[in-house]
């Protein structure tokens, strides 16, 4: 059960990751275009200096190239610029682009595939090698899709055949989006950082803590 920040948005990365709880980073081209125009490269390796202060987390950055064999040279290109070990690539699913991660993954560089909506791109990217295998909850769910169904079914082939790919489910809009992810067998959620912040308040929580101390006030005094 992990939790990552799906940003790339240097600030918000180095907020969340002193918190302890958050212990991984996924990017994306959509991401990076919110932040102040910059070289690809130089962006990211600022995100990767900030990752490794607190560890060396995983880092997913992910390719910007539209056919298959750009994909792969584009991939190694930003391996070898970044040199870093936890460096993982992310490479969207598809026919073409399945054999761009089984030669990734023998290189070797960690893969991320991303953009999954069924079983079967889950689990034919685990089988061509990826490390990571993205699915996109809410996406799929508004889609009249079942997130939660397609991550119990992946997670039981995986259990029971012995793949070591973990689940990322991404696309993530409410609080309980990310307990029930996990509950259905999701290794890690990846999540904006608007979610966080919320995600740990309650108004019972404020009540209480505020009773405590006003209990404690009247008998200190």
Known sequence: MKFF?????????EETLKK????????????MSKEPKSDFIKHIKKIVKVCEEYGEVPLSVE??????????????????SLSYDNLNIKI??????LEVVNKLSQYPID?????????????????????????????LLDSGGDPLKVLKNVRNNFDRNGIHSE?????????????????????????GYNLFPSILEHPLTDYSVKGFLDDFKDWIM
């Open 5 to 13: 920040i799906d940003t790339a948005n240097l600030e918000h990365i």
């Open 20 to 31: 302890g709880f958050v212990s991984g980073v996924t990017t994306n081209p959509s991401l």
């Open 63 to 80: 390719v910007f190239a539209e056919k298959a064999d750009d994909m792969y040279d584009q991939a190694i290109e930003i391996y070898e």
């Open 92 to 97: 969207p699913v598809g026919y073409e682009e």
């Open 167 to 191: 689940i990322i489910v991404g696309s993530i809009r409410k609080d309980r989006d990310v307990v029930d992810s996990w509950a259905a067998g999701g290794h890690i959620v990846t999540a």
């Open 111 to 139: 893969v991320n595939v991303t953009c999954c909506f069924t079983e079967a791109q889950l689990e034919l990217s685990a089988l061509a090698g990826a490390r990571y295998v993205s699915l996109f909850y809410n996406r």
